[in-house]
């Protein structure tokens, strides 16, 4: 039998294996879904979509409170943070959906993408009958 402090794995709880638990869950051998999908992901491009999240809220912090000032009006005032807020609530929003659909099998994944862009070119030639003409420019917006 093995001493467990020697390996790392010492729980201070008596019978705990969650420190073993713990450590295993990113090994190779994890054929979980969450390990596969840590072994198979692009950390680099991970990282990058990460960073670009971070300076994206970072701009928007900086340019929240002048872009409040400027469309508050009268009769109604937006709150300095209000456009930092709603960013916030995207980015929490959106990183789920961006793990949960890079988790899907590749195959779905191309479905899923064939599918989408008939619908969007749909959509874009709909935009001259339906969009918002505003200064001689038609808009979906």
């Known amino acids: 039998m093995t001493d467990r402090t020697s390996t790392g794995l010492a729980s201070p709880w008596p019978g705990d ?4 638990r713990a450590s295993a869950a990113f090994s190779r051998g994890d054929h979980s879904r969450l390990g596969q999908w840590f072994w198979t992901i692009d950390k680099l491009l991970l990282t990058f979509v990460i960073v670009l999240i971070g300076c994206g809220i970072i701009a928007v912090a900086a340019a929240s409170p002048a872009a409040a000032q400027r469309l508050s009006g009268a009769n109604f005032k937006y709150g300095d943070l209000y456009f930092l807020k709603r960013q916030i609530l ?11 659909v890079s988790m899907l099998p590749i195959v779905w994944a191309k479905r899923l993408s064939i599918i989408g862009t008939v619908v969007l070119l749909v959509c874009l030639m709909l935009v001259p009958f339906f969009g918002a003409g505003a200064n001689g420019a038609q808009r979906w917006l």
């Open 90 to 100: 995207w980015v929490i929003a959106g990183v789920p959906v961006m793990l949960g």
């Open 17 to 20: 294996r969650g420190a073993a």
